[in-house]
């Protein structure tokens, strides 16, 4: 078998147009999974705020105004609400009561 030679600069300016458009279509796919992670993330925290308002109400010895407070503080601080939403039902009074009296 001949290995086959380009003879055709048109070839050329084929392989070069389809390779520029390959890389427009990469970089569309791209950007559009950075949209569909920051979509993933904005609703991870909707539901993690929604589980958050139902979690507090169960806080026994918390008055409403404390737990609008500490429902506003831990949505505010994402990082601080997912560790809320991990401890245990027990040690919550008292992660709440820290977060009440800090700024």
Request: proline fraction near 2%.
């Amino acid at each position: 078998m001949r290995k086959r030679k380009r003879s055709n600069k048109g070839d050329d300016k084929m392989q070069e147009a389809i390779t520029n458009a390959l890389i427009i279509v990469g970089n569309e796919l791209k950007a559009l999974g950075q949209n569909l992670k920051g979509i993933a993330i904005e609703t991870q925290m909707q539901e993690s705020s929604a589980k958050l308002g139902a979690v507090i109400i169960k806080v026994d010895r918390l008055t409403d105004s404390e737990k609008m407070l500490a429902h506003y503080k831990l949505c505010n601080n994402p990082s601080v609400m997912f560790a809320f939403l991990g401890i245990s039902p027990m040690n919550r009074l008292s992660w709440s009561k820290v977060l009440l009296q800090s700024s």
